[in-house]
Structures are given as C-alpha cells and as structure tokens.
C-alpha cells in the first residue's frame, strides 16, 4: 500500500508559504525555484552525495532555500550556532570537512578566512554573493536523493560533536514526509496550518518542526530575535495554530504586562522541550492557552518521549512515555537495568542510528547499553512507563554522599515573584565535598538582604539538604537563544585546579 506523502517538493503553490521577520512575504513557488537553482549550483561547484555545506545563518528564507536545496542532492547540511566566537565555528567547519560556506553578513566576521568558497546573503568583503547560487538553472535537479541535516552538539560538557546519520537511500519525498508525519502526532494535519519559527534555526528542534511543517503545507511566521509581546502580536495577527518554544519562552510571556489582552485561541499544537519546566509554570501556561500544550523528550541525538496535556494532568512534571518505534530503559552505573521508580541513567533506543563524526570513542561511550544510547540525563520510569526527569548526570550535585538535583532546586526557585532566572550548581566543600549555589536573575533592583529573603523563601518549598548555601545575582544567565543553559560557564571557575568527585 502507498503511504501518503506531505513533501514542499511537490505542493509548493503561489500561496504565501513564508513570512521573514522583517515582515516580507514570500510564495512557495519563489522559494522552490531558489531551492532548485541552490542544489544545481551546488552540484556545478563539484559537491557531491555525502558532501556538507554549512550555514551561518540568522533566521530567514535562506535557511530553508538551503535546506530543501540540500536535502534533494544528498548533501549534509551543518547548522553552526553564530553565538559562538569564530575559533569554534572554525572548529566545526574543519571537523565537518565542510565543502561550501553561507553566512549572514552580520556573521561574516565569524567565517572568514575559512578558504572554502564562502557565500554571504549581503555585502561582506571576501565573500560572493548568496546570488550567484540562486543563478542556477529552477528545474530540479536530476538525480534526486535525500540528503539530511548533521547538527552539532552545544559542546556544553566539551568539543562540540556533528552527530551523523547514514543517508537514506532514497528520493526526498518519503523521506521528509516521513519526518513530518512526526507532526501527526500532535494533532496537526496536512493543508493550511501556520507554524511560528520562534527560536533560531540552528537548533535542532526548530528547524525540524518548521521544515516539517512547510512539508506539511503549513506557511511559516519566522522571528528574529525573540520577545514576548513578538510572540502573542504574531500569534495574534497571523493566527497562528502551532510552534516549537522552551520553558524560557513561557516564564517571560506569564511575567509580561498584558498578555491577558492577546487572543491566543488560534493555538493548537506548542511543543516544548530542551529544558526542565517548572510544574507550576506547566499549570499556568494550561490554564492561560488551554491544552494546546505538548512536551517531549529527545536530543540532537534522538529521542524519545511525547506526552499530551491530558496524560500531563494526571502526572504532572512527566516527559511522556515513549513514541512508536522507541524504547526508553533506566540503568545504574554497572549496566543493570532498573525497575520502575529506580533513579538511573535515562538510556534510548529508535529506529535509527548515529554517530558522532569523527569521534568512535564518543560514540562507542554513548550506546554502551547494546542497541542504546544515552546522552547523560538521570531520571526514572513509573510503574505505567513515563518518564520522569531529575538532571543532566554532569549537573548532579554530591554533597556528604547525597544526590541532589539542581533541576528540583531551580524549578522552586524560579516561582519566587522576583526571579527571572535561575541556576543551580555545585561549588567545592572541604567537609561535603561539594555545596549547593544559586546564581539568579531578579526583576528590579537588588536590595540588601533580597537574597536572605529568597532562601528563606525557598526553604519552606524544598528540603533543607537542597536549599543553597549561597546565592548571587546577575544581570543575565549564559543561556542559548534554544533555552539551553551553559551551566560550566558559572561552575567551572570554582573548580579551576580541583577535580570534583
């Protein structure tokens, strides 16, 4: 039986099927040419199956000219965070052995001197115009085969590693529909649709949730950078019925002024993951959108676990149980699988396999449970099978021989009135090894003794084992626009010459 397919390749129409964040509309019809005069440049450049081209990109219509370029010639396309400094995207063009380089011009001074043929969306010296791949010939190309995305890890426990996948053997069209068929599960369908792009497309979840709904047929309302009152105006304007956030995005949205007044009841389907979110929070964004909300659990790596509102209800803080086609399992640190309730490393298998480029001892490390793999996060499985978080393993604080989870920690005290932000990491201890501290951001000014009264604050939400011995305050936490945070960039400097346990 043929299975239906959703694919941009063959919908694409004169409807307008992308708006940038400068408010310019574009057709699917002028963004599928551009794709197809891309992929034959490309290949006239001497690129060929198995190649990489990186991108540099803020958030725009290049990206997805590239991507739907890309993945009809069997080229891997490299999504490089441009928050990073130009040795690490030097690092991440070099280890992907990339052929072809596109930037944004504010993002040129990252990327030059790469000596790769280097193309730029605007004017920068060294660089040719992202035109002149647009001059190639709008037929598609012939040979089509499914090419794929090869995202690099945050680097936040080290290098940064491209975590790659074999390339399908195939033509595009199954294969995105495949992905985007991913979307189903959500309750979203094929046909009109308006997906907002609110984060930035280097990250993995987010240009796969907007490319998977551009194959879908749904247009893309795509922002710079992010505000919350950008968020409800567009969602409001362009009634928009889904889009791919982090718990970030619903802290500042709940704090701003007037929310209350945006008609949000266009909304379907807001996915979220890539950081713990606070019950509470979960609760409010509920009881303010209704229950259009999803939460999943996955990786750059894979995943994983879905759970819908309703299921969320009833257990509230879970990530879900696992989708079709994955497994989850729970293991101590000897390998033995553990049973329901039990603490352990949070290990998945799926349908289909990786590696980290050029890194056998990673990815060797990574499915040392046969047929899975983990990424270091520690949790446990109920007795119904959902999963239920507790942290990043290289997070967990040891203090006097007790496991204590700065997750647990920050999701309390990130429901005081005055905080906008917040990390929990272990600092060193002569007598316990190792003490709680609380770094956090607060609304207004910072009087003397504010910090007394949050601790005492969060000592009558949590155990006092778990409650930081010291907080300071910033004026910002070094987190990426995904929501992720940089944790080692507060806890390092208080272990430069110790080793922790």
């Not at 099927?17 to 310019?24: E, F, M, R, T, Y």
Request: aromatic letters at 10%; one cysteine or more; glycine letters at 10%.
């Amino acid at each position: 039986m043929d299975l239906p397919t959703f694919s941009f390749y063959e919908s694409a129409s004169d409807a307008i099927a992308l708006v940038d964040p400068q408010g310019n509309e574009f057709t699917g019809t002028e963004i599928g040419e551009n794709a197809n005069a891309i992929a034959n440049s490309l290949r006239a450049l001497g690129l060929s199956h198995g190649d990489t081209v990186a991108m540099v990109l803020g958030n725009g219509r290049e990206v997805f000219e590239l991507y739907l370029a890309t993945s009809q010639i069997g080229l891997y396309l490299i999504p490089v965070n441009w928050h990073l400094a130009a040795p690490e995207v030097a690092y991440i063009l070099q280890d992907a052995e990339a052929k072809v380089m596109v930037c944004s011009p504010e993002n040129a001074g990252l990327c030059s001197g790469s000596g790769l043929p280097s193309f730029c969306t605007g004017e920068a010296e060294g660089f040719r115009p992202f035109d002149e791949l647009r001059a190639g010939s709008t037929d598609a190309p012939t040979d089509r085969m499914a090419g794929g995305i090869m995202n690099y890890t945050s680097g936040t426990t080290g290098k940064p590693k491209g975590v790659k996948r074999p390339l399908p053997p195939a033509p595009p069209e199954p294969v995105v529909s495949a992905y985007a068929a991913f979307l189903l599960m959500y309750g979203l369908t094929p046909g009109s649709g308006v997906h907002l792009v609110s984060a930035p497309l280097y990250h993995t979840a987010v240009l796969y949730f907007a490319s998977s709904a551009l194959h879908l047929g749904h247009k893309l309302i795509v922002m710079g950078p992010w505000t919350p009152e950008g968020t409800l105006e567009r969602i409001q304007r362009y009634r928009v019925d889904s889009s791919h956030m982090v718990p970030t995005h619903f802290i500042r949205m709940l704090a701003h002024q007037g929310r209350e007044s945006y008609d949000v009841s266009s909304l379907r389907a807001i996915v979220h993951s890539a950081a713990p979110c606070p019950v509470p929070v979960k609760h409010a964004m509920l009881a303010w959108w209704g229950d259009c909300i999803y939460e999943y659990y996955a990786a750059t790596e894979g995943g994983g676990t879905m759970v819908g509102p309703a299921d969320w209800k009833k257990k509230p803080g879970t990530v879900g149980r696992p989708w079709q086609g994955a497994e989850i399992a729970i293991h101590d640190d000897d390998g033995n699988k553990l049973g329901p309730d039990e603490v352990g490393t949070v290990y998945i298998k799926m349908a289909q396999g990786f590696e980290y480029h050029r890194d056998k001892e990673k990815t060797a490390k990574a499915w040392d449970v046969p047929g899975f793999f983990t990424v270091g996060d520690v949790g446990y499985l109920d007795p119904d099978g959902f999963l239920f978080l507790c942290d990043r393993k290289a997070d967990m604080i040891i203090s006097g021989g007790v496991n204590i989870y700065p997750a647990e920690i920050e999701a309390a005290l990130v429901m005081h009135p005055r905080v906008l932000d917040v990390a929990v990491f272990g600092i060193p201890d002569d007598d316990w090894g190792e003490q709680v501290k609380a770094v956090v951001e607060v609304s207004g000014p910072v009087e003397i003794g504010l910090d007394e009264t949050i601790l005492a604050w969060v000592r009558e939400q949590i155990a006092g084992y778990k409650v930081p011995r010291t907080l300071d305050f910033t004026d910002a936490l070094p987190r990426e626009p995904n929501g992720k945070l940089k944790k080692r960039l507060l806890r390092d400097p208080y272990w430069e010459g110790r080793m922790r346990i």
